[in-house]
Each structure stands twice: as structure tokens, then as C-alpha cells.
């Protein structure tokens, strides 16, 4: 299928531009990277300016009146590190890595795309995070587990596929500065299993190296169970000297041919994933066994703390799927070797559209640790329903968790600034797809677009990075910036007005997570329970519940653990509470229900209304797809809130104050 | 994969049975028919007595001191009734029709099965219903549609299978009675279109041959828009000449090609199969249009009813479904050709463990009419639990529908004696499959073997029925036949228990349509709804409502409008009542739900607890595979009590008078 080249279409920059004049790219590009970072730079302002810069030697600094970029090797910043400043007329792009220069070269053609001169240039960045990863879930068969933008453009039919399009999509990710890709699904199984064996390898390495050439390391995810599902060995178990003989063996064997791999990402003991524990070993042998492997050629282990009862009974009130990660990896904190990630979702759930912060961020403290969010709309509209994602992004990396005096919040940690870590960093599971525009809803991108530049540097406004990607994917008409930030930036909040209210999640059909169900998952073994009667809803998870409030520290602790300091939007994850509660906002519980979804469907009609508005604004291909989804989710809003409304009527019998219509 | 021969595995005769010394049977056979008769008898006593009774001449009836069975051409009965009777120490088997001399031949060997003596013998049978068929939803993928029994024995990889199971099925359905079959999906699509080419004639051929052999006419599922899906015709407006041409001549070859077929079978304008609606004409115009084409080769056309809107807006609670077969039909009546049979449910819904009679049953007075049910457990347990439907079936057969004065039962309209038709009868949507006991749960099959039974004889009892199947399958041992008579007749009573109460249906999972969700078809769009609230529950059908009740005649309509007289396992169904309500039984609504659900597992428990004395008592293959299903039917009839009386629970607030477990 063919595809578009997202907020990497460059459209023509007005005559008055100071990028026009800058005819030459004064470099000696020697590795890929360095001539990635030239060619990029020639594309853009070739397109932008209808002239491209022509090449001259590092060493030619002066030609007759004309302008041009030059690279300078400094060794100040960070690695990967840039800074782009005007000297007299020319550009500089100074880097103390071939990354950073590539970097710098992506920030000087944002520069031109946002419409800022090179007149008085001087910007000076450092990647915040050291890792800054995309986590696909692409089956080897093409499918994608939770895609929502087509198949996969890494696999067909148990191949690996490497074309025009891998070219690209690194492109997209470098030029956000996103440094890993994970190609396969968390879950492997079948042909995903022998990504490690030699019927890979050449198409493994070949990728890799187009992903290096743009700064990417090529991750894989793996089976713990490989060495039998190879066949090769009756065991998986970590403390036998057999299976880690195994595993050096192999790693050995993959490195060599796949010398650019970063590592692996490990998803074990796992609705019903192979792990550790069917050999009655901790999480930390079995990564560390895997760790131990991979050292010698400086792999990393990234080890997913997702792991929960799946097959919890409903009438268990006791058992708090919440607390499982933290209880199953909290003991382990120092156990881990220094090769080790350990992976936490950003809350203790899965997705949904509000949950509190995961307790392990805070709790561990001796520990790699890398927080995972998902792009992919998996709880979130599925990317039929628009809904910006960065804004929720944002308050989960500002999240205060106590865990020192200062520099305790979550972005700290996962910077490594609170205890220095270096291995850490932000994962997102992707959105992307074989769709024309990569991300199936266009608004979409900006969640893929906004992730690497949160990666890159938390403190950049959600409201800015959305401007950005508008400005760069659908130029600068005001009024097109206009109508498409308010759409994103009211889209997770009118998303979660329509939605399971309060905190409380999981209102969806199950298996698809598409559309509600009250009581989808309800009586089902997920753990994942509302326990609504005729008095009230919500899960208690205080001290007199579950005890999971009690694994923050405090503040955080007494905060939720108590009805009356729980923040709103989190109160029915927290606590059981009567439908007549009155919030802090002062509304009843129920009565908030009944006006957040009327109001959310509200907003949808006036993010759809205000979107019409751009017929002929932005190309109409894309206007299109975007008005059929915005048509589907006109609809489908209704419904939520309709299902929701009126579940809650019915089961509580309490009017709605406004007298509106349910069912 | 191996098969069984379920009811037709016959034991050895005790050895003062008079059945031994029959040595020799004496007759000419000429057709495929009455070679069948004589091979049956001499494989069944051979292997009962152990000595193969030797095939003689029709003339030769003097054999030293041996005894015979004869067959005897006798004009007085039905078309394939029999008689048959002891003479002077010979069997008698007297028959109009050589198809009577098999069903004669099955008597016998039913009679020595169950343990009679042939002396004295003197039974004589007419088939009540003329036509006693099978519907298979099977796919030519090899897929059953709402199969629990494996894949599909007719199809495989878009390939008609003809083999020696082919005419095992054809000797148990001929066993039974049944003379007709559809082998094929009434969702017609992909390679079943094209069945009706000559791409498939020749297997069909050998197929009804085979059937044909044993009494059996083979029909088919035909698509009605076959003319544009086959890439013929634009149109398949059944008014345009040029498409009643179309059929003609199709079926002109299709009857040429297969001489033995039966006729048609039409799912139209229902769940998104295509049909007259299409083109603004009525179903008759459709039916009698192809009614016409197959009227020549004496073909029948088998029109379903089965025809509402699938995608109605839970919201409205003025569309009723259970109204459409009747609101769609019944101006139809008088209509159709004489070669049109309309086929009804039961009820008026879809084949739920309790429902009203279907109202087309009495409403119409001028119109073939078919009964059609469906053995296939799709909503009663899929074959996991055991549901022995027979009950069900003549409960439904002995409704009385005033229609007339007198002989106005649904057993009287379908068996063609209230108005004397003769195309009429009785169809059940099959529960067979390629497992070795043909039906999943052993249990199961004594719901294949009692519909043809009780479509033959609708006097038979249920329990009759199935006590001679329980001998006929596992031999006479009282305890084994009383257990498991126990259990069947026990089971139909015991999965309602614990399902949907007083009739409301429909608390299933969507789709697949297993295990307990109240909600589950709540908020969708398949107009199966209960309308439970905080106060009551039930679908107001009265004529404050939707007006349903009064579709039937009186009485019938005055008793279902009123919840005074309605009968307490309809209330819910007709009703919208409050949970406080005292039903006829004495107890309330609330009462009723907490008390059926905790007793239905109470008696699941006592079923199992009794099958579980049977080890060794029946083969331990058998054994072991219901064990397996008993144990799950055990576990999951807690689940449908626990689900729905704690859903109940939590809506009504209403305590459990006897203060047992919810959740």
C-alpha cells in the first residue's frame, strides 16, 4: 500500500523565508548517520525552498555570498545532545555525536517547517530520556494485536519485510527522536519464536541498519520459553546451567549476525505467556539469566512488570489486580543486574483512559526502570475516536512520588535523574500501521508525533507539540491550526466525560475494547470490576479495601486513601461510593455521570461541528478520512453515553436533575 | 475421524430370546429401499443373536422348522406406515410402500433392542407428519454454524464429502423416521451458491442416492440473490421474467442432474441475507416464483419466517421482535403455492430455553406449515450441558391455538389435520457433527433420536423415549437407565433453573451465545431485551405495550395480556413486573430468581453425583467424555446462578429470604 509522509511533507516556505539563501550543506559525511543527516537536511529545504543545497567539503567554509549549514563536532552536551545557532549569516549544527548531528539537522528543518527564521538561531538540546522507544505488537502473520491503522509493515506471511517504507518510518521516528523500535508483538508465538534463528538474520540485519542509520536500535521480543519451543531443550529454567549455556550460546550467534540489536523486551508469566515461575524462579532470575547473555555486546533486558491473575474469580473481593505488579516485583528492587529495564505501564491497570500512576514508580529504587504508555488507542477510541494523548502523558510524568525530597517524580525517574540511572527511559506501544497515513484516524499521528517529542523533552507543552504537528503535517492557516487544537486538546477530556466515570474503567466489550458495556467485564476473570448495586459503585481500595492506596508513599497515600482527599477524576478507583456522594466538585456522584456524558457528547458535536468547518482547508483525502471518523464518533458517543446514563438510572432510580432523556 | 454407531450398536440378545431362530427372511428385494430393510435386519440380528439370518425367496416360506420374516404388500395404511405382527411364529412386516417395509424393519430391530419378544407382536404405525426433516448448518469449509459436535461430515474445503459415515447418518435418521435433510447452511454464501451448479452435481447425486436408499430426500439451502452472485443476472427480482426464467431453467437442469432432490430451504431478508424485500416484493412473490421452477420435478420450496430487524435501536421500546414473524407474514396467508411450506420457530424469538408458542402457529389458516426446532443447543447449553429438549418439543406441539374448534394443537396444524394439508411437518436445526459420538455430549444424541421419534409419533412421552434410547444405546441395565433417565429428564427443568427467569431469555453471552450475561444483549441492537431496573424487570408484550399477546386467539390472548393469568414461566416475557410481585407459585419475582438459581445447581449436583455412580457401568470412553462435560456443566451452572443472582441482587437491593451466598 502506498503511504504519505506524515508531518514530514514538506510544503513551500514563503519568499521572505531566511531558509531560502542557504544554498549550501558545508559537511564531510562519513557514516550513515552523518549522511542521513545531509540528505535529510537537502530534501527538506529542497522542497521547502525549490532549490536544494548543494554538498560542499567540511573544510569550504567560504563561497561567494552564500549561506550555508555546517556541523561542528563538540563535545559539551549529552550524547545525542544538539545545538543549533545563526553564526554570521550561516547555520551551525554542533553535536559531540553523529546522533546529535542528525538530531540538529531535524530541529533545523522543524525550525523552517514552523515557520521560525534562522536569523538569531540558538537552540541547545538534550534528550531528556536516555530511551525513547516504540513497542509494536506486530504479529509475524501481519496482523496487528490492538492495531488499529491497518497491518504491519514490518511482517507478511512469517517474512520480514524491508522496502521503501522501513526508510521511512525511521525517518518519521528520527526526526522526534525516538532511538528503539521493538518490531514484534509482546506476545510471541509461532514463526515470532525463530526471530532468533539463522531463518532471520539477513533481514534482521538489514533493517537494523537502516534503523541506525537514523539513530534506532532494533529491539526484539522474545519467547522465555524459546530454547523449548525451539526444541532444542526440555527446560526454560533460569537457574539451569543448560538453559543459560543456551541462551549465551544464542545471544552469541544473534549479535554476531544482527550486530546493531539493542536487545529484547520480555513479556513473562503473562496472561499466560511462558516465565519464570513455571519453574518456581523470580522475575529477577529469569531476566538476569537473559542479561547475563546479552552483556557481552552491550544488549539490554527489558522486563515487563505486567503480570496479574488473569483468571481472577468475580466473587473474590479480596484479590486487587491493581496491586499485582507492585506485589509481584516490589521485593525485588536491587535484584535486578545492570542490563535490566524493568518496563511499568503508567498505571496499575491497563490503558485506561484515567488511572492513577503505577505504585512501582516511587516504590523501586535500585532498579532500571522505563514507563510504558500506549499510542495505540487500545481503551481510547481506537483511533476511530479522536483523542490527543500527550496531555494525559504529561501529568503521569509530573506525578510527585515522594520517593526523595526532590526530583521524585516520575519523569525523574525514568530520566534517571533521582538516582542516576542511565538505563531508563519511555516506551510507547505504537499506533502505526500499513494505513496510507500510517496512524488510520490523521489526529492519531499526533499521539506518535507528541510522544517522541515528550520523549526527547518532557517539559514541552502538550499545547505546543500539538501546534508543531499541525503546523507541520496541515501548514499554517490559522484557522485550521485553530479548530485542530481545539479538537485535540478537548478530545481526552471529552473522552473520558463519555466514558466508565471517575476512575473506574473497564465499561467496554470484552476481547474488542471497542464501544461499552457496563457490565462487559463485570463477572469475567480480569480483574477488572466496578461492583455497582442500586446504593453505589466503585472498587475500595483503602485501607478498609485492598490496601492499594497504601502503596504510595506518603502523601499520596493518605490522599487516596481517603474519600475526601481522592482527587475527582479518581474517586470510584479508589473507593465504593454511594450514587448520592457529593464530589469536590459538588456535584452527587451520579448526578456527575448523568452531566459528564451528556456534556462529553456535547463536545464532541462542537469538535465535529468546528471540524466541518475545514472542508477544503486541508487536503481533502484527509479531510475524508478524518470526517468519517468524526461522523463514526459523533454516533458513538451517543451511545456511551446513552448505555452509561442509562445502566446507572436504571440501577440507582435517581433522576437526572436536568431531566434529559434516558432510557 | 471414527464414528459410532450411536443407537444403531447393537448388544446381544439374552439367550431365551425369542428373536433367536429366526434364521431366514424371506424376501425379493428390488430397490435400493427394501435391500436396505433386509440388509438392516440381517446385520442387526446377526450381531444380536449372533447367527445372520439367511436372505430366502419372497415365495419360499416353508423352511423345516425354521422361523422368518416376511414382507407383505398391504394397501390399508399411510404411505410408509407399516405393520407389523407375529404369524404363526413368523414376522410380519406389512407396508404400502417399500419405505414402510424399512421403518418396518426398524421396528424390529427397536422391539428386540428394548427387550420385547416378536411373539405376539402386533404394532402398527402411520408417520404422523409428512415431512420430518433435519436442517444442518453446515458449512462448506467444513464450519458448522452453532455446531458442538466438531466439523461438518457433508463439506470439507468447499468439497461435498460422500463416505461410509454418509450412510451411517442415513440409517440413523431412517432408523428414527426422519425423510428428509438439509445438508447445507440456510446462510447461503460463498461456494454454497454455487450448489446448484455442475460443479456439485454428481456428489449431490451420490448423496441423495444414498439418502434415497433409506427414505431420505436430500434438500438444499438455496441464497436467493443466486442469479446476481452467480454473475448471471442483475436482478433477482422474483416479479422480472427474465429471472423467473433464470430459475426455471436452472432448476430444470438441477432436477435433470439430481432427480432425487427433495427441494429447497429459504433463509430471506434476515440477518442480512438478501430476498424479495430487496426488490419492494413480498415473500410470496418470492416463494411462489420459485415455487414455480420446482413445481414440475414435484420439488418442494421451504420458506422461513424467521424475518425481523436485526439492527434495532435498543432505545425504542416500541418495536417488538417477538411481533415480526407474524407482523411479516401473516397478511401472506392464502398466498402461496401449494408447493410453498412457511417453516416457524417455536417461538417467536430464537430457540430460548422457555418461550411463548409461536403466534403464526393458529394465526395462519390457509398456509403449509412447518415447525421447525432446533436440537443443536445453541441457547440451552451447546452440548456441554445436557438438555434433553424432547419435553420442550411436545409441550409445544400440544398448544392449543383455537384456530379451530377442535384439533387445533400446533401437533394438529403441522401433521396436516386441522386443514388437511399434506406438505407440512417438522424440522429440527441439527446437533450433528464429525465427532466420534455424532453429537458432543452422548447425552445429545438422545435429542437427534427423539425428534425423529416424537416427529413420527407425537404421542410418544418423552420419557418413553427416552428410556428406549438410554436401552438402545447403553443395553438394559436398570441402574444405568434409571440414572440416566434421572438426568434427561431432569435436565431441560435444570437448565432453565439456573438460566434467564420466567421466560425473559437472552442473558447470554453475545455471539457466541454461552455461559450467563445479563446484560449481554441489553444495549445491542437484536431487539432482545428485559428491561430490568432498580424496581422490576420484563418486557411489557400486554396491550399497554407492544400489543403481542393479542396476536394470539382467545383465550390464549386474554391469558397472556393479563399478569394475573399469564403462566408464571411467561410473566417476564409478556410482563413488566415489579420484583416484589407475588406469582401464582407464592413467591415473588426476587423470591422466585434466588430460589430457581440456587435449586437448579442443587439438582446439577445431584445429576452429576448420580452419573458418577455409573463408572464402569457404561463404556469408559463414553463415560469419560460426559464426565468431562458434567464436570464443566457443574462449574458453569454456578456461574449463571452466581451472575444472575448477584446482578438481580445488586439492582434490587432485595435480600435473599433465606440468606444464602451472593456476591
Not at 220 to 249: F, I, R, T
Not at 444 to 461: C, E, I, K, M, T
Request: some cysteine.
Amino acid at each position: 500500500m502506498g503511504f504519505e509522509q506524515a508531518w514530514l511533507s514538506y510544503g513551500v516556505l514563503r519568499k521572505e523565508s531566511k531558509w531560502r539563501g542557504i544554498e549550501r550543506i558545508c559537511a564531510d559525511p562519513a557514516s550513515p548517520v552523518m549522511k542521513n543527516a545531509v540528505g535529510e537536511l537537502q530534501k527538506a529545504l529542497g522542497t521547502m525552498t525549490g532549490k536544494e543545497p548543494v554538498l560542499c567539503s567540511g573544510a569550504d567554509k567560504e563561497a561567494a555570498g552564500t549561506r550555508c549549514i555546517r556541523f561542528r563536532q563538540d563535545g559539551e552536551g549529552k550524547a545525542d545532545g544538539y545545538h543549533v545557532y545563526e553564526e554570521s549569516g550561516d547555520v551551525v549544527i554542533a553535536a559531540s555525536s553523529d546522533c546529535g548531528m542528525l538530531y540538529g539537522a531535524f530541529e533545523l528543518i522543524r525550525q523552517a517547517q514552523i515557520g521560525n527564521s534562522p536569523v538569531g538561531l540558538d537552540i541547545a538540546k538534550d534528550p531528556v530520556m536516555p530511551l525513547r522507544m516504540l513497542n509494536h505488537w506486530d504479529n509475524m502473520d501481519g496482523s496487528i494485536e490492538r492495531g488499529y491503522s491497518g497491518n504491519s509493515f514490518f511482517f507478511d506471511h512469517d517474512e520480514i519485510l524491508v522496502d521503501d517504507r522501513t526508510v521511512t518510518y525511521a525517518r518519521l521516528l528520527a526526526s522526534v527522536g525516538i532511538n528503539g523500535a521493538v518490531i514484534n508483538n509482546v506476545n510471541v508465538k509461532d514463526a515470532a519464536t525463530w526471530l532468533i534463528t539463522d531463518r532471520y538474520f539477513d533481514k534482521l540485519r538489514q533493517l537494523s541498519e537502516i534503523f541506525a542509520g537514523y539513530g534506532i536500535r532494533l529491539f526484539l521480543s522474545l519467547n522465555y520459553a524459546a530454547p523449548v519451543e525451539l526444541g532444542e531443550l526440555d527446560s526454560a529454567d533460569p537457574l539451569s546451567e543448560e538453559v543459560g549455556k543456551w541462551w549465551k550460546d544464542r545471544m552469541k550467534l544473534v549479535f554476531e549476525q544482527v550486530p546493531h540489536l539493542g536487545g529484547f523486551l520480555i513479556k513473562a508469566d503473562s496472561e499466560g505467556r511462558p516465565g519464570p515461575f513455571t519453574y518456581g524462579r523470580t522475575h529477577a532470575d529469569g531476566a538476569n539469566m537473559l542479561a547475563e547473555a546479552v552483556e557481552p555486546y552491550g544488549g539490554l533486558i527489558i522486563w515487563r512488570c505486567f503480570v496479574y491473575n488473569c483468571k481472577q474469580d468475580w466473587r473474590d473481593y479480596k484479590t486487587d489486580r491493581a496491586r499485582s505488579g507492585y506485589d509481584n516485583f516490589i521485593e525485588l528492587d536491587g535484584a535486578f543486574r545492570d542490563n535490566v529495564i524493568l518496563q511499568i505501564k503508567n498505571g496499575p491497570m491497563d490503558f485506561q483512559v484515567r488511572e492513577p500512576v503505577h505504585p512501582l514508580f516511587g516504590g523501586l529504587k535500585d532498579t532500571n526502570q522505563m514507563l510504558e504508555v500506549q499510542i495505540a488507542q487500545e481503551y481510547t477510541g481506537q483511533q476511530r475516536h479522536v483523542c490527543y494523548l500527550i496531555p494525559m502523558f504529561q501529568e503521569v510524568l509530573g506525578f510527585r512520588t515522594y520517593v526523595t525530597e526532590t526530583d521524585d517524580t516520575v519523569k525523574d525517574l525514568v530520566s534517571g535523574k533521582t538516582f542516576g540511572h542511565t538505563k531508563c527511559g519511555m516506551a510507547a506501544v505504537a499506533n502505526t500501521g500499513n494505513d496510507e497515513n500510517w496512524t488510520g484516524h490523521d489526529l492519531a499521528a499526533a499521539n506518535l508525533y507528541g510522544f517522541g517529542r515528550l520523549a526527547f523533552d518532557p517539559s514541552a507543552l502538550a499545547e505546543e507539540i500539538a501546534r508543531e504537528w499541525v503546523v507541520r503535517t496541515f501548514g499554517e492557516d490559522e484557522e485550521v491550526c485553530e479548530v485542530l487544537l481545539f479538537i485535540l486538546m478537548n478530545s481526552w477530556r471529552a473522552y473520558e466525560m463519555y466514558n466508565a466515570p471517575l476512575g473506574i474503567g473497564w465499561m467496554v466489550n470484552p476481547n474488542y475494547h471497542y464501544g461499552p458495556s457496563v457490565d462487559g467485564y463485570e463477572y469475567d476473570r480480569w480483574g477488572t470490576y466496578h461492583r455497582a448495586d442500586h446504593l453505589g459503585i466503585g472498587v475500595d481500595r483503602s485501607h478498609h479495601g485492598t490496601g492499594y492506596a497504601g502503596l504510595y508513599r506518603e502523601p499520596n497515600a493518605s490522599m487516596y486513601d481517603s474519600p475526601e482527599s481522592c482527587p475527582d477524576e479518581l474517586l470510584l478507583f479508589f473507593h465504593h461510593m454511594p450514587y448520592d456522594h457529593k464530589l469536590q466538585s459538588g456535584k452527587t456522584v451520579i448526578q456527575h455521570i448523568y452531566d459528564t456524558h451528556f456534556e462529553g457528547v456535547e463536545l464532541v458535536d462542537e469538535m465535529v461541528k468546528r471540524f466541518e468547518s475545514l472542508e477544503g482547508k486541508i487536503p481533502d483525502k484527509a479531510y475524508r478520512r478524518m470526517l468519517d471518523r468524526f461522523r463514526h464518533q459523533k454516533e458513538h458517543a451517543r451511545e456511551w453515553r446513552d448505555q452509561i446514563n442509562t445502566y446507572f438510572y436504571r440501577k440507582s432510580g435517581m433522576d437526572d436533575e436536568k431531566g434529559r432523556q434516558i432510557f
